[in-house]
């Protein structure tokens, strides 16, 4: 959204702390002590049109909604009144004297003023009250008594003709209905600031208060006026002063330096140096910064996309709906806040910052001819308005010590400017080098990461689904083959093989059993005994009937499919009690057909149960420390646990043993007779705990986290036992690289998908980062600092299920969370938050995300005994499950059906459904 000054318009006395008036077509300002003037923005340099009817000071003026005919409300002490602004043109060109309708007499100092939606009202603020009173006649139609303080601001709902939201002094919000003649809602003491402005959001029916400490809260207006979101633009204006600083530093550091080895006595002195030492310490002392109050607030919102018109449709047929992803990833609507020093533009879907307009900066002009750039002063009012194709928004920015108002026009990003800027940054020449990237997580001179695969650098975004084929030396060719012992017939004159040795036949210096299975010492060698007149004729029948069975059940759930249209569940269907003993669930994973759930638990356990969950389930014991975290292969036959007891385990989800362990960094080649691991520098065990580990690539690779290290591993699994020797394993593991993240100490959480091949693994660190790295290049893409203000605790990727599919652009979406801040949804092709969801509260314990396989909802645990349903498409949440017993550690939908797993602290699991 680029930025421009217009116009300056002289007052007649300052403009600080007055109410100005604008729609977008005209803008009204006090031409005189009691005269208004009224411009239109189409020709700036022409004449006013003059009001003159007040004999005060004009403190308040508004526009109605519409735009033929124009209303406008001026209210002074004396008067209140409404003009027809075409008619009082048309009266004007006539040589007739203008009149307006006095609607208010001798109300009293009006702060504030403006229309209901269908300009038949019109709300007035005075003192602690506010009127509500006819706009075509002189009649008070209502009066809204409640607030203990100076009311500041009033507004109408655009969605509820008949609502009204009031702030005021007191530091409260009251919404009225003033058809049913009640008060809806009023809340509590909100901030230790007062309310200055008010908006409403014309797309949702939402509304943003702001306060004079520069903070920013916006509420729902459909279910109990919750606080949706909390943007501390205080805090945003500080890191934009110290980064500003920081490259003043670096700009004056990149000058020739001197090195002396002097002592401090004899080194010359620099009269430069000194004077910028001076300066500095004078500044440091004496420099004030704008104020941070909330002066003005505008949702600007987005111009309907237009649909392109043909005589040959695109065919949808045998596509995936990109509707919903369409509207996901559209351009959001922005929220415009005007401080004393300068203009934000805040995302309104994501609410991070795009753009800061600092008036210490020059803004273009279009005023001058000579001049280009054009400073503008501290402002202390501020207003906007839209024009009519929702293209541009004009603000009127009152000085705070000077008599003049500054017209700025804003321009509203559109849907080709998205698509051209798209198409700029994949263009950017970074992927030849392959140069890590670090990027402006709040969207601002966003650059796609670029990466070369071959010899012919071939470009391609940042994607999990990548159409660029694997490199010659990529890491993803690697693969664990395990030697294969020749036999003595076939292979015994080739060279290079290596033969058994021929062993004595006699039994000395042997095991009294020494074979692969132990049988039973009998006396005789006697067969064993056959019934008489007892033929098996059903055998091949029933082997064959139990085959066609499992082949028949095998089909049927391939042709079974997740209800896309599927409502989030909300219905409580079954309860199980883990343990008997109260122990905390840590993960909970389903398996990727839905047969089976696996829950990580505290007590050093995996338990597995068997889905519909109707009893016990399989417990699997052999970790020594807290199991973190679970997950499964995908041809749903393994789990994969890893613990603080510092090691990581492969289990057969049929067998209560593990089949291979990871407790060595390199690899489990060196077991002895005994199956001793013996102690090697070079072959170290892990230094710390394993706090997550998954399948990656189909199951070819397992990674894990361990410190600040990502560990990628392959395998070869080899399920035979020996029976006289049950703890020794033939599965073996060997290190394929281990990756370091740029900046952060250690690893919080990483995510990979499973489900289909992808090159990306997204890693989370200590320093609030966000990491990219690209398998098939085996190095990290693109870094984003401070994705949160706190270090994430968990990524959730858009993986779908084996019963959905989606359109290519799904998959680039993940969730990341993180303690006090809240989730957010980041696009991975343009590395940009969409998103932002707040609501639940999640303050200490790291709760987990789950993606819904129709890529609709998402859910999260929280603190408050509660798991929160979210729509993607929305800012706030749906449903609440409330009934829990403790904390929500982890939630998991369904692959196949729209059901939803949650998981407590006190180990108990509830599984609800969407009937």
Not at 263 to 284: A, C, F, H, R
Not at 290 to 319: C, D, Q, W, Y
Not at 435 to 448: K, M
């Amino acid at each position: 959204m680029s930025t421009f000054h217009e116009h300056t318009v002289r007052t007649a006395f300052c403009p600080s702390h007055l109410q100005m008036g604008c729609n977008g077509v005209y803008f009204a300002l006090p031409y005189t002590k009691t005269a208004i003037g009224v411009w239109s923005l189409q020709s700036l340099t022409s004449m006013p049109l003059e009001l003159v009817a007040h004999r005060k000071g004009v403190t308040a003026i508004a526009f109605g909604k519409s735009y033929n005919p124009t209303s406008l409300c001026t209210a002074a002490e004396d008067y209140v009144i409404v003009w027809n602004v075409e008619k009082a043109r048309a009266t004007y060109d006539a040589g007739q004297q203008i009149r307006g309708q006095i609607i208010g007499q001798r109300l009293g100092y009006i702060q504030y003023a403006s229309f209901s939606p269908d300009d038949m009202l019109v709300a007035v603020c005075i003192e602690k009250d506010v009127l509500i009173l006819d706009s075509n006649q002189e009649r008070l139609d209502t009066t809204l008594d409640g607030h203990t303080a100076r009311v500041t601001c009033a507004e109408f709902s655009p969605h509820q003709e008949a609502t009204v939201v009031s702030i005021s002094d007191d530091r409260t919000f009251k919404i009225w209905d003033i058809s049913k003649g009640c008060l809806l809602f009023q809340s509590t003491i909100i901030s230790a600031s007062p309310f200055l402005s008010l908006s409403m959001d014309p797309a949702n029916e939402h509304f943003a208060v702001g306060t004079s400490d520069g903070q920013i809260r916006v509420y729902d207006m459909v279910e109990d006026y919750r606080l949706l979101h909390h943007v501390d633009v205080a805090k945003i204006l500080r890191r934009k002063r110290e980064a500003d600083e920081e490259l003043k530093k670096a700009a004056a550091n990149a000058g020739p330096k001197t090195i002396s080895s002097q002592p401090l006595w004899k080194k010359p002195v620099d009269n430069d140096t000194d004077g910028e030492l001076m300066e500095d310490s004078y500044d440091i002392g004496t420099s004030s910064e704008a104020g941070e109050a909330i002066l003005g607030l505008f949702f600007a919102v987005r111009p309907s996309r237009s649909r392109p018109s043909g005589n040959h449709p695109k065919a949808t047929f045998l596509m995936p709906d990109e509707s919903h992803m369409d509207e996901l990833l559209d351009i959001a609507p922005t929220l415009l806040i005007g401080t004393p020093g300068a203009i934000l533009h805040i995302n309104a879907h994501s609410f991070e910052l795009t753009k800061c307009v600092d008036f210490k900066d020059p803004v273009p002009s279009e005023q001058d001819f000579d001049t280009s750039e054009k400073y503008i002063d501290l402002s202390g009012s501020y207003i906007f308005s839209h024009t009519p194709d929702l293209k541009q928004v004009y603000c009127l920015a009152g000085s705070l010590f000077q008599n003049f108002v500054d017209v700025i026009r804003i321009q509203c990003a559109t849907h080709q400017d998205s698509k051209d800027q798209t198409a700029d940054n994949l263009t950017k020449d970074l992927a030849v080098k392959l140069n890590l990237e670090v990027t402006n997580p709040e969207g601002t001179d966003n650059v796609s990461s670029m990466v070369s695969t071959n010899a012919d650098a071939h470009e391609e975004t940042v994607t999990v689904l990548s159409s660029v084929p694997l490199s010659e030396n990529s890491l993803l060719r690697e693969e664990l083959v395990p030697k294969t012992k020749p036999s003595s017939a076939g292979q015994k004159g080739k060279p290079g093989m290596k033969t058994a040795k021929k062993t004595s036949s006699g039994v000395q210096n042997q095991a009294l059993t020494f074979k692969s299975k132990i049988r039973s010492s009998g006396y005789t060698d006697a067969p064993p005994r056959m019934k008489m007149h007892s033929p098996q004729t059903s055998s091949s029948k029933s082997s064959s009937l139990k085959q066609s069975k499992s082949l028949s059940t095998g089909k049927k759930a391939l042709l079974k499919e997740y209800p896309l249209d599927a409502e989030p569940p909300t219905t409580i269907k079954t309860k199980l009690n883990v343990v008997e003993k109260t122990s905390p669930i840590n993960c909970i994973r389903f398996s990727d057909d839905g047969q089976y759930l696996a829950c990580a638990m505290a007590d050093k356990s995996a338990q597995l149960f068997k889905m519909p969950l109707t009893g016990k389930g399989s417990s699997f014991t052999g970790h020594n420390g807290c199991v973190n975290s679970v997950y499964w292969s995908h041809d749903n036959q393994w789990m994969l646990t890893c613990s603080d007891d510092k090691t990581a385990k492969i289990w057969n989800k049929t067998a209560t043993d593990p089949i291979m362990t990871l407790s060595t960094i390199k690899d489990n080649f060196a077991v002895d007779k005994e199956g001793q691991k013996p102690v090697a520098n070079k072959n170290a065990s892990f230094s710390k705990e394993i706090k997550h580990a998954r399948f990656y690539y189909m199951d070819k690779f397992v990674l894990l986290s361990c410190g600040g290290s990502l560990y990628m591993y392959k395998y070869h699994l080899d399920s035979s036992v020996n029976d006289l020797k049950r703890y020794l394993t033939n599965s073996r593991y060997k290190l394929v690289k281990n990756f370091q993240l740029t900046k952060a100490q250690q690893i919080s959480t990483f995510s990979a998908v499973n489900g289909f091949y992808s090159y990306i693994v997204l890693c989370a660190g200590s320093d609030k980062s966000l990491e990219v790295f690209d398998m098939n290049v085996g190095k990290s893409v693109r870094l984003t600092p401070d994705a949160h203000s706190r270090p994430v605790h968990a990524i959730c990727q858009n993986e779908g299920s084996t019963y959905v599919s989606h359109p290519a652009s799904a998959y680039d979406l993940f969730l990341s969370s993180a303690v006090t801040d809240g989730v957010k949804l980041w696009d991975l092709r343009t590395n940009r938050c969409v998103r932002r969801f707040e609501g639940h509260m999640n303050r200490a314990h790291p709760c987990g995300l789950a993606f819904s396989p129709c890529a609709k909802y998402f859910a999260t645990g929280a603190e408050d005994r509660s798991a929160y349903v979210f729509d993607l498409r929305g800012g706030t949440y749906l449903h609440k499950l409330s009934g829990h017993t403790d904390v929500v550690s982890d939630v998991a939908f369904h692959p196949l059906y729209p059901e939803l797993m949650t998981a407590t602290l006190d180990g108990k699991l509830r599984l609800y459904s969407d009937r």
